[in-house]
């Protein structure tokens, strides 16, 4: 439990810093010409920004990385990418009115049980639920944000449900961030980070030691 802790208060802080950060871009978009700013508008982007650093890592992580684990009771990166899949899938699908696919939700419980699957299998199950969340987030509008949904925990807002699977997609990927950095694989964001240069988005995560390239941040 006490290695667990140290493992997962890092990873807590990076993912504040990167909320932070989306939440600044966010006052940017989705104003009118009065300056009023769009809550749907901010979510999408939030989701959009994350979806590209959990794709990017999937990708730049090695086939023999999928079953690296940095403490034999955490997951190991595959189930991360497979974990991130099943709940979008599952979250998605149903905000967009569609059935989950089966194929890719039976492998995904077969690896959330202990069944390996390969990064190719895990890679495309993560693609087709973003193509279930591009529908739902597209779906959400001003006025069906505060419309009665169901989710994992019973009813809520569509809105508050599309922006609880962003914030499930930010700490799975601050856990994969810290798996790419221990197998020496410099993660999307900072990569992304240096070919913007000082934008927003850089400089905001590069703020402190942990954010910086050498600080270990993301």
Do not use: H, Q, W
């Given at each position: 439990m006490k290695n667990w802790?140290?493992?997962?208060?890092p990873v807590a802080m990076m993912f504040g810093m990167v909320a932070h950060a989306q939440g600044m871009g966010s006052m940017n978009m989705g104003k009118d010409s009065g300056g009023s700013v769009s809550l749907t508008a901010g979510i999408v982007q939030q989701y959009d920004s994350v979806k590209t650093d959990l794709e990017?890592?999937?990708?730049?992580?090695?086939?023999d990385g999928y079953s690296f684990k940095p403490m034999p009771a955490e997951r190991d990166f595959g189930g991360w990418v497979a974990h991130v899949a099943q709940s979008q899938l599952g979250t998605c699908s149903r905000l967009a009115g569609q059935t989950p696919d089966s194929a890719a939700m039976e492998m995904?419980?077969?690896?959330a049980s202990g069944t390996a699957a390969t990064k190719a299998q895990l890679v495309d199950?993560?693609?087709k639920s973003f193509d279930a969340c591009d529908a739902a987030y597209n779906g959400l509008t001003d006025a069906n944000a505060g419309e009665a949904v169901q989710s994992f925990r019973g009813?809520?807002?569509?809105?508050?449900?599309?922006?609880?699977?962003t914030a499930h997609d930010n700490e799975c990927y601050g856990?994969?961030?810290?798996?790419?950095?221990l197998k020496g694989i410099v993660p999307?964001?900072?990569?992304?980070?240096?070919?913007?240069?000082?934008?927003?988005?850089g400089g905001m995560r590069g703020q402190g030691g942990m954010g910086g390239e050498n600080g270990g941040g993301r």
């Open positions: 802790r140290c493992f997962a208060i990017k890592a999937a990708e730049a992580m090695p086939e995904l419980r077969g690896v199950a993560l693609k009813s809520t807002s569509r809105i508050a449900a599309l922006a609880g699977n856990s994969m961030a810290v798996y790419l950095r999307p964001s900072t990569a992304d980070r240096g070919m913007m240069g000082s934008g927003m988005r």
